[in-house]
């Protein structure tokens, strides 16, 4: 079985964890979720002070190589041992996800389409095109009750790291996507368009 692989990019906060599993929930079974953030590179040589200082918004900050290898073992019908991170600590965590190949494969990541070898294995290609403020409040209120930040952390770390990265990595990424879907979880109807264009995909 020769998976379908769709990939959802945008901005931090531009609900693409929601399309994601929108989209999931009408192929229920037949249908896996793979997201990008889990293949931050393990940082175990640092210390927790230096790992707070990274650059997560940059492509250097992601193993995009052992996803790719991921994906290319999935299209060939093999199983695969997906990393899980661990947002609280930095780092990646010793905890692995058992992948099953799927008939649809969604794969999320707001730098999915930077890299030219990740974006040429989507099948279809979504772009979730949120407006920044809404964007930067959904970010905190994340970062604040799910992975144990300030306000202040999460704030300057948008404001140095988040918005730059997302001018020169993200948004040029834009032009490659086969469908643009604004307001992310909340357009409906895009979605549903979504739906029937994976649908169309898969009767091929």
């Known amino acids: 079985m020769k998976p379908l692989f769709v990939g959802i990019a945008g901005g931090t906060g531009s609900g693409k964890t929601t399309v994601s599993c929108k989209i999931s929930s009408f192929f229920k079974d037949s249908?896996?979720?793979?997201?990008h953030d889990s293949y931050y590179r393990d940082r175990s040589d640092l210390t927790f002070d230096k790992r707070k200082e990274i650059n997560y918004d940059h492509p250097d900050s992601l193993e995009t190589s052992l996803l790719i290898s991921h994906l290319k073992e999935l299209k060939k019908g093999k199983r695969v041992k997906i990393p899980t991170y661990n947002f609280s600590q930095h780092n990646r965590s010793e905890e692995?996800?058992?992948i099953q190949p799927k008939k649809i494969i969604i794969v999320d990541g707001i730098l999915?389409?930077?890299?030219?070898t990740l974006r040429n294995l989507m099948d279809i290609k979504l772009f979730i095109d949120t407006d920044a403020d809404i964007r930067?409040?959904?970010?905190?209120?994340?970062?604040?009750l799910e992975r144990g930040r300030t306000l202040d952390f999460s704030l300057n770390q948008y404001l140095t790291m988040s918005r730059p990265m997302h001018?020169?990595?993200?948004?040029?990424?834009?032009?490659?996507?086969?469908?643009i879907l604004p307001h992310g979880g909340e357009n409906i109807l895009g979605i549903e368009l979504v739906i029937s264009a994976i649908r169309q995909s898969l009767k091929k």
């Open 167 to 179: 001018l020169a990595f993200v948004e040029p990424t834009k032009k490659y996507a086969d469908i």
């Open 96 to 98: 692995v996800v058992i």
């Open 31 to 35: 249908c896996e979720i793979i997201a």
């Open 112 to 116: 999915l389409f930077e890299n030219e």
């Open 136 to 144: 930067l409040g959904r970010r905190i209120t994340r970062d604040m």
